[in-house]
C-alpha cells in the first residue's frame, strides 16, 4: 500500500500541471503570444524548462502520435538538440512547421544538416526533411493550425480563416515534408 503513495501524488501532480496548462490555454496570457513561455518570439528559460520536459515525454511515446521530438545536430556547437513538435498532416503526407519562423535553431540546424534529422515518439526514425517552396505551404500550415493548439498564438491567422490569409504568411514560417 505504502508503495502506491508515490505513484498516486505522481500522477495527482501531473494530472495537475495538465489542468493549470488547460486553464492558462484559455488565458489572454496564452493567446496574445504566449507570454509565459516566449518573450520577442524565442523561449525565456521557463520556455526551455518545460520545452526539455516536453521533448522528454515526446521522445518517450506519451502523447499523441503526432506529439515528436525532434533531434537535430547544432549547426554551431555539433551538439545534439532536441525540440517537442507537431507533425501536421495534409493531403496524406506529414509536416513540420517552424512556428517561430525563420529564427527557429531547428531550421537553421535541419538546413545546415542537409534535411538530415531524427524524430523520436517511443522510438528512434532517421528522417529527411524536404523543405517546401513558400507558394506551397499555405495549406500545410492552416492544416497545422487545427492540429498544434500552442502554435496559433504565434502566428497570425486564424485556423479557420481562408487559405488566402495563409498564402500572405507563408513566407514567414518554414514548412519540412517528412519522408523515411
Known sequence: MRAMRPMRMAVGGV??????YAIYLRSDAHRHGNRLFYRDGRPNAAGRVVGDAYAALCGLGLGPSWAVALETTGHRTGRVHAIPLVIGEHDGQRYLVSMLGERSPWVHNVRAAGGRATIRH???REIRLVEVPPAERAPVIRAYLARAVGARPH???????PLEAFEAIAERYPVFRIEE
Open 15 to 20: 494530472l495537475g500541471l495538465a489542468a493549470a
Open 122 to 124: 517511443g522510438r528512434r
Open 155 to 161: 502566428v497570425p491567422v486564424e485556423p479557420t480563416a
